[in-house]
């Protein structure tokens, strides 16, 4: 009600992801990009418990109460509320004003008013397993593992929607460049592919079917204007790859942009991961670690070399790290268009980051760097622009 802060909880050593608040509002969970979970007691502010073994970081935390869900949605119901308010009340823990799914949430809501029909019928479905809980027919066993199994088909259908509305704004991206004449009909149909394939199959084949035909030219739905070859070679892309040879350790197998940051500076996992979003929304495909099925050094190689343009996003460990030398060098080696980055509050430690590099290394010193400001979104926009310039 104030704004004003009541207390501050210390111990993750990178940035905060996701909190999560339990139903009886006693204890606070957070997932962090240092790679762990912890749950806090609400009371005073104690860490009671660090929940380790994640291999990457913690997107999302929440807390399960599956009865809760179905009560919500009943009681919703006989408030007579909309199908999209109902599907909320699924997914909100009781007695909680926003919920942790908030994801899981939005997901659902715009997912009910784009399918009325399945929606009221999902509903229908979780208002009939609750009423049997009540009447005692069904055990609440049986009601948590039946409204969890309806709560996941949601989920996922909410997620379809939300990706076939990403994939849509990267298309009207690649669109609008074909318009502006910076692509040809050519390019404009390999990018459009090239976006559909980095697709999940069913999120790739819902945006086929919904989508208008001005953002899917016919080459690109079919999957590519060049015959089933992926042209490579040069800073256009990647080396000679024909149809029938060895399938790409990650689809599509050339990219507009591979991002390069270590994982071991969170800040700089938090600008490449702000960055592949920012390219992504301009219909640039992008290579990044943790958007790829793929992350072995064989992996990482077949990104710089298939990829159009190297970003290097310099932190102070980057050109400390093994893995970050070794894809500068591929880059630097095959001719590479190199673009360094930073985050705007390291703009003037460039020669800092620089030095603590090897020799091989100085070489970025002759480059112009890009600064990406996070907390302001024209200023970001700006360094995007810059860095596509590059393509």
């Given amino acids: 009600r104030t704004a004003a802060a009541v207390r501050t909880l210390k111990g993750h050593s990178g940035c905060v992801n996701s909190v999560a608040f339990s139903a009886d509002g006693a204890l606070l969970a957070t997932g962090s990009l240092d790679n762990t979970a912890r749950l806090w007691r609400v009371e005073d502010g104690r860490c009671v418990r660090t929940l380790k073994g994640h291999s990457f970081y913690v997107n999302s935390v929440a807390f399960s109460d ?10 919703a119901r006989k408030a007579g509320l909309t199908n999209a308010a109902l599907l909320q009340a699924i997914f909100r823990l009781p007695g909680q004003a926003a919920s942790g799914k908030g994801q899981a949430l939005a997901s659902a809501a715009a997912w009910a008013r784009a399918n009325p029909p399945k929606a009221t019928a999902a509903v229908a479905k979780v208002i009939a397993i609750s009423a049997a809980a009540e009447a005692g027919t069904i055990s609440q066993a049986e009601c948590q593992s039946s ?22 704004k990267g298309l009207e991206g690649a669109r609008s460049l074909l318009d502006a004449g910076v692509l040809s009909a050519e390019q404009h149909a390999d990018k ?3 976006l559909l394939r980095s697709a999940e199959t069913g999120v790739a ?3 086929r079917a919904e989508l208008p035909e001005r953002l899917l030219p016919a080459a690109a ?8 070859q992926i042209r490579r070679g040069g800073n256009g892309g990647v080396g000679d790859s024909k149809e029938g040879g060895a399938a790409p350790l990650n689809a599509p197998g050339h990219w507009d942009f591979f991002v390069s940051y270590t994982q071991r500076d969170p800040a700089a996992q938090t600008v490449a991961r702000a960055l592949f979003q920012k390219l992504r929304e301009a219909g640039q495909t992008c290579w990044l670690d943790v958007e790829m099925g793929s992350k072995s050094e064989a992996a990482m190689r077949e990104g710089v070399l298939n990829a159009k343009c190297f970003v290097a996003v310099v932190s102070d460990a980057y050109l400390t790290r093994e893995f970050c030398l070794k894809e500068l060098a591929w880059a630097k080696d095959n001719g590479k268009t190199i673009q360094p980055v930073v985050a705007a509050d390291d703009k003037a430690r460039i020669g800092e980051l620089i030095g603590v590099g ?15 400001h996070l907390s302001d979104k024209e200023y970001l926009d700006v360094g995007v622009k810059k860095i596509c310039r590059n393509v």
């Fill in 147 to 168: 409204v969890a199994s309806i709560a996941t088909e949601i989920t996922k259908a909410g997620e379809r929607a939300a990706g076939v509305a990403a994939l849509a």
């Fill in 221 to 228: 739905s079919a999957g590519s204007t060049t015959g089933g």
């Fill in 192 to 194: 459009c592919a090239a």
């Fill in 66 to 75: 599956f009865l809760g869900f179905s009560a919500g949605c009943y009681q």
């Fill in 358 to 372: 090897p020799p091989e290394a100085q070489f970025l010193r002759g480059i112009d760097f890009v600064d990406l």
């Fill in 205 to 207: 084949a819902q945006a």
